[in-house]
Nanobody, 123 residues
């Protein structure tokens, strides 16, 4: 059973960058589509983007376009979320999720989740 662990969150100033990691264990992450979600205080968890080679990346909201990208290091069984030009509205807990069958924009369609990592954008 694939399990996911995120890391890399923290406090960053507006305009800064962070790279989040999503490490898989118990399965081969390369065989799964990987999505990133976030949940801000008082809001529902929202889908940001999903990568499913060879189909590429699907963005589910306008906010991360041009700023967030997903990459993988299959040798490390890890997926990354590179976040640039961060602003205070990006403050949230970020989650990675995986699905063997492909990418979905709905939280309820993913069974495999990491525990989340906090990202705070503030001066």
């Amino acid at each position: 059973q694939l399990k996911l662990v995120e890391s890399g969150g923290g406090l960053v100033q507006p305009g800064g960058s962070l790279r989040l990691s999503c490490v898989g264990s118990g399965g081969i992450l390369e065989h799964f589509a990987v999505a990133w979600f976030r949940q801000a205080p008082g809001k529902e968890r929202e889908a940001l983007l999903c990568e499913n080679s060879p189909h590429g990346t699907t963005y589910y909201t306008e906010s991360p376009k041009g700023r967030f990208t997903i990459s993988r290091d299959n040798a490390k069984n890890t997926a990354y979320l590179q976040m640039n030009s961060l602003n205070p509205e990006d403050t949230a807990v970020y989650y990675c999720a995986a699905d063997f069958n492909g990418c979905y924009g709905l939280t309820k369609l993913y069974d495999i989740w990491g525990q989340g990592t906090q990202v705070t954008v503030s001066s």
